[in-house]
């Protein structure tokens, strides 16, 4: 995997001293933000040794990394790598706090991004606590690959504020007031997510002092018509063209070095597997991150003409997602209909071990986009906000459903009721 990476920290335009530590490991292909606080100088501590214990942690175990590029390790392994590395950096914060009266209460954001060149793919693995941030520039489109910890955005994930409200809130200066962080207690949850890495991929890794500033479209933009190296630069410049309100630091990371045909190949699919989930109404809540999780745990099946997928009256293990092809559905040996791509069937079986209803067969080649129940439980008991969209779109679907129902059964009963008056007109009253 071929990485460009440049990098850019400025004091800003309202701060004396820079809080704000980057770690810059091309090497081991490993970057990250923090953005430190807790007073005069305890900030800098707190960011700086967050930087440090991460890097040595990862460094400590390479051969994790190893593994999983040799195609022996999991992607869950390297991930807990990350998120240990974190929560060490964690407690050895908030174990220097507790030494020195002058740091109490200090921590930091800590937003780490490892990228492996591994023999099942390119891949990148992200560990994160508080509101710094994580972009992927892919093909045009940009998309924030972690969740601010903040109360502005807490507020706003539960629907007490819409987010172009918040500047002519009452919480309009406490949008840097987290509610998560690295090092103001001994431990803490870290936020962790693995996904493809293509060639053309591009990421910026920054600080809340770009936010605070420059929106998603600019980063884009100027991401897009940047020299080589400048763009960090010209991000800074444009946050402390506008106030500079804090620290301000970006990390550019690009990938190169994959043939043309080869990225686009693997863009359409990945496209084609997201836009599949999207399309789905349980899922339409979801936002980029979260259908990257559940595309995480799915598989694809590929089945040839006549071939059985599942029988009606088998157990429901898995949701199936046509991605390409045409299947038929069958009940009692009756033909009921086709499903082509975009279609599901089995969605059922994520909820219940209710028996297949129906039986489906491949009528031309066929991929299907496969999810289990037992890894979607483990998903939605983890992913608190991710569950709860879950079951409002669970929710919306099953009352669609039973309104339905309700309306075809009332139409049935008035057709049943209706009195049949054809017997009782005569020719004669047709004159």
């Known amino acids: 995997m071929e990485i460009l990476a440049w990098a850019k920290s400025d004091v800003g335009r309202a701060r004396d001293h820079n809080e704000d530590s980057f770690l810059f490991a091309p090497e081991i292909h490993l970057f990250g933000v923090c953005d430190g606080m807790g007073g005069h100088a305890a900030g800098e501590v707190a960011s700086a040794l967050a930087v440090a214990k991460v890097q040595g942690a990862v460094e400590r175990k390479r051969e994790i990394i190893a593994a999983y590029a040799r195609g022996e390790g999991e992607r869950g392994t390297v991930l807990k790598l990350l998120e240990e590395a974190v929560k060490g950096a ?48 892919r093909r045009g489109q940009i998309h924030q690959l972690t969740e601010d910890h903040s109360l502005v955005n807490e507020l706003v994930r539960r629907g007490k504020l819409k987010r172009e409200e918040i500047d002519s809130s009452p919480y309009a200066n406490y949008k840097s007031a987290l509610t998560r962080a690295v090092g103001v207690y001994e431990t803490v949850e870290v936020d962790t997510i693995d996904f493809d890495v293509l060639g053309g991929d591009q990421f910026v890794l920054c600080s809340d002092g770009l936010g605070l500033h420059v929106g998603e479209p600019e980063i884009k933009d100027i991401l897009a018509t940047a020299p080589d190296g400048k763009g960090p630069e010209l991000l800074v410049e444009l946050a402390n063209s506008r106030g500079g309100k804090d620290n301000v630091t970006t990390l550019h990371v690009r990938i190169g070095g994959e043939e043309a045909l080869e990225v686009d190949a693997r863009f359409r699919e990945l496209n084609l597997r997201l836009e599949r989930l999207r399309g789905m109404p349980i899922f339409q809540y979801l936002s980029y991150k979260e259908l990257v999780k559940v595309l995480n745990i799915a598989s694809v099946r590929e089945a040839k003409p006549d071939e059985a997928i599942l029988s009606e009256g088998s157990d429901g293990e898995e949701l199936y997602i046509v991605l390409e092809g045409k299947v038929a559905l069958h009940k009692d040996g009756a033909f009921l209909t086709h499903l082509t791509g975009g279609d599901h069937f089995g969605e059922m079986a994520l909820v219940d071990r209710a028996p297949r209803s129906a039986t489906v ?71």
């Open 90 to 137: 964690c407690h050895a914060i908030h174990a220097e706090a507790q030494a020195d009266l002058a740091k109490r209460g200090m921590g930091t954001t800590c937003s780490m991004m490892l990228l492996i060149a591994g023999a099942r793919g390119d891949r990148g693995f992200i560990a994160h606590v508080g509101d710094s941030r994580i972009y992927l520039l």
């Open 361 to 431: 067969t491949a009528v031309d080649a066929t991929r299907l986009l496969t999810i289990p129940r037992k890894e979607f439980y483990e998903l939605v008991q983890a992913e608190t906000p991710l569950s709860v969209k879950l079951l409002w779109s669970f929710v919306q679907v099953l009352a669609g459903r039973l309104r339905k129902t309700t309306a075809d059964l009332s139409g049935a009963r008035l057709q049943a009721e209706a009195v049949d008056l054809s017997g009782e007109i005569s020719l004669e009253d047709d004159k």
